[in-house]
């Protein structure tokens, strides 16, 4: 599975992005799709994810209520629309898939990693 994020920018405090994150390859529709970020100087962290069969989805406590996920699988395509942006919410955010059996919520599942888009969100 190749990954291609896309949609970071810059935007105010309470602003909203949406990140889409398309993918081409293997059969998108058996893999669970996670979003992830790095801020500068900080691990990668989980964001939340989506399984692959039931579409069941998993936020982290920092941007639940805030963000969600969702995948359009005729698209191959999965997104992350994030709302009422705070200026923590900066880093570089990373789609990746994992294959079917894996819970999602562990860094090490995934095998396949999109290039990263960069979201900055001034206060």
């Known amino acids: 599975v190749q990954l291609q994020a896309s949609g970071g920018g810059l935007v105010q405090a309470g602003g909203s992005l949406r990140l889409s994150c398309a993918a081409s390859g293997r059969t998108f529709s058996n893999y669970g799709m996670g979003w992830f970020r790095q801020a500068p100087g900080k691990e990668r962290e989980i964001v939340g994810r989506?399984?692959?069969?039931?579409?069941?989805?998993f936020y982290a406590d920092s941007v639940k209520g805030r963000f969600t996920i969702w995948r359009d699988n005729a698209k191959n395509t999965v997104y992350l629309q994030m709302n009422s942006l705070k200026p923590e919410d900066t880093a570089v955010y990373y789609c990746?898939?994992?294959?079917?059996?894996?819970?999602?919520?562990?860094?090490?599942?995934?095998?396949?990693w999109g290039q990263g888009t960069q979201v900055t969100v001034s206060s």
């Open positions: 990746a898939a994992s294959p079917p059996g894996y819970s999602g919520y562990y860094y090490s599942e995934y095998d396949h």
């Open positions: 989506i399984k692959w069969n039931d579409g069941s989805t």
